[in-house]
């Protein structure tokens, strides 16, 4: 998935890599997801064209219906003899598209298959506001409505996007052309702070009519932990700082997404008001460094791929180290750090990754040991949690507070362990490692107010109340 397109890939515990949205929904339920809550048609027409191969379907011509909306099912179903209460699936797009029209029809043979009481369709569709006429115009939806019962779907509930509060005349009018009730009109009004979203949506009666639907038990929903979480979220700051993200994808920024939430997350942490500053990383130069990061506060070296605006990196982390500047690098962030460190500290000034310069002389970043015979680069990655053991007496160990922790990883290059007893010495420690001591998890200097970089990314485990650790001592520091 392109950055550019769709914004971040990320990564579940179990290493699979997923759309962005799972990791709000993570971020909402404060629960791990796994690769079976993730499933792309790719993956559908792989396990269909593999099944055919084998024989599993006895010389039988294979067709979108039923062999591909099987499939589809069986990825739903999947969950039936587990403890999941309730499934919810996600068809992402629009009504219409080609992409989804297949998924569409398996959701609608679900219907016929499950009692009515165990299957229910929830519509969002958009409701524009013209500022021309200063109105909200219904049509589109009726029109998404007509379009997905022409598909043979009927929406029980319709959750309406919009700008402006709706009026009870308007969804009056919405519940007649839409053959809903009017309590199944749901308004979904833009709100001040995302985690707001829920507290909202229960106002509306959104789990009241899911759970009347579905023969549930409604109790009184307990939600005094959110909403004084909301509150505090929202209440004046004691403390204002600026983090700039320095990377390549600055074009759209939910290819930072997580990053940029778990600086939040932080900042709700430490009662402080953050305000985040994207920053092309190609933009930057050693003439000019100072003036981009003229203002900031702390900055962030995100993950990334590729050799475009790495110099731009170096020269922005060579800043933030010789001026005190707290300084958090992440995968690639931690990589650069190592690089900058080895050329302007050690004096190795041709120091490389493998990734940038195939035949560097000083590959202080390499690939790793596993990777070297994985030709196929899709999902090959080392990809998932995996345990760290961190030095004592090391800022890594205070602001974790214990000796074995577990992070989620995305990469294909790791430090070199032959330039380790080098850098060491001129003062970059290594404060986290793999449990058999091979792998450099986490660098970090001892004399500078926080300069530390994880090869790992903290930011897919971080909730907005129970925020990444190394994010909250970032925001710390700045403070």
Request: aromatic content about 8%; overall charge negative; some cysteine.
């Amino acid at each position: 998935m392109s950055p550019y397109e769709h914004g971040e890939v990320f990564v579940t515990d179990d290493g699979a890599e997923t759309d962005l949205d799972l990791g709000h929904y993570e971020r909402f339920i404060n629960e791990n997801l796994t690769k079976d809550s993730s499933v792309s048609m790719g993956q559908i027409y792989n396990s269909v064209i593999e099944k055919e191969r084998r024989g599993d379907y006895l010389g039988k011509t294979v067709q979108v219906i039923p062999h591909i909306t099987n499939e589809i099912k069986e990825k739903i179903y999947s969950f039936d003899c587990s403890d999941v209460d309730v499934v919810i699936t996600e068809v992402g797009g629009t009504v219409g598209d080609i992409e989804g029209l297949s998924i569409l029809e398996a959701i609608r043979q679900i219907g016929l298959e499950k009692a009515a009481e165990d299957v229910m369709y929830i519509h969002v569709t958009l409701l524009p506001y013209i500022y021309g006429s200063n109105e909200i115009k219904t049509k589109p939806t009726q029109h998404s409505v007509k379009e997905l019962q022409s598909l043979g779907i009927k929406p029980d509930i319709i959750v309406c996007r919009t700008e402006n509060e709706i009026p009870e005349s308007m969804k009056e009018k919405l519940a007649l052309f839409c053959n809903v009730r009017k309590t199944s009109v749901i308004e979904n009004l833009t709100v001040e702070n995302l985690y707001e979203i829920p507290l909202m949506l229960e106002k509306q009666g959104l789990a009241r009519e899911v759970c009347s639907h579905l023969h549930l038990k409604n109790d009184e929903s307990k939600n005094e932990k959110w909403q004084s979480m909301i509150d505090d979220i929202k209440s004046k700051k004691e403390h204002e700082v600026t983090v700039a993200i320095v990377g390549k994808y600055v074009k759209l920024e939910d290819s930072y997404i997580s990053v940029i939430e778990s600086v939040k997350h932080a900042g709700y942490k430490n009662n402080a008001e953050i305000k985040i500053k994207l920053i092309d990383s190609e933009t930057i130069t050693k003439e000019n460094v100072h003036e981009k990061l003229e203002g900031i506060n702390g900055v962030i070296i995100p993950g990334g791929f590729g050799n475009r605006g790495v110099e731009g990196k170096i020269e922005t982390i060579k800043y933030v180290r010789e001026n005190k500047i707290p300084f958090l690098g992440i995968c690639l962030g931690m990589q650069v750090a190592v690089i900058e460190f080895a050329r302007n500290v050690l004096g190795i000034t041709d120091a490389n990754s493998v990734e940038f310069d195939e035949k560097t002389a000083n590959p202080v970043i390499h690939i790793m040991e596993s990777q070297k015979q994985i030709y196929k680069k899709g999902g090959t990655m080392r990809l998932g949690a995996y345990e760290c053991k961190l030095k004592s007496e090391t800022l890594a160990r205070e602001i974790y507070n214990q000796e074995n922790i577990s992070e989620r990883h995305r990469h294909r290059y790791e430090y070199n362990n032959e330039y380790r007893e080098r850098l060491e010495n001129a003062g970059l420690v290594c404060s986290g490692l793999s449990p058999d001591g091979e792998l450099v998890e986490i660098v970090e200097l001892k004399d500078h107010p926080y300069f530390i970089a994880s090869q790992f990314h903290p930011e897919f485990k971080s909730r907005p109340n129970v925020p990444a650790p190394l994010f909250v001592k970032f925001i710390e520091a700045m403070i």
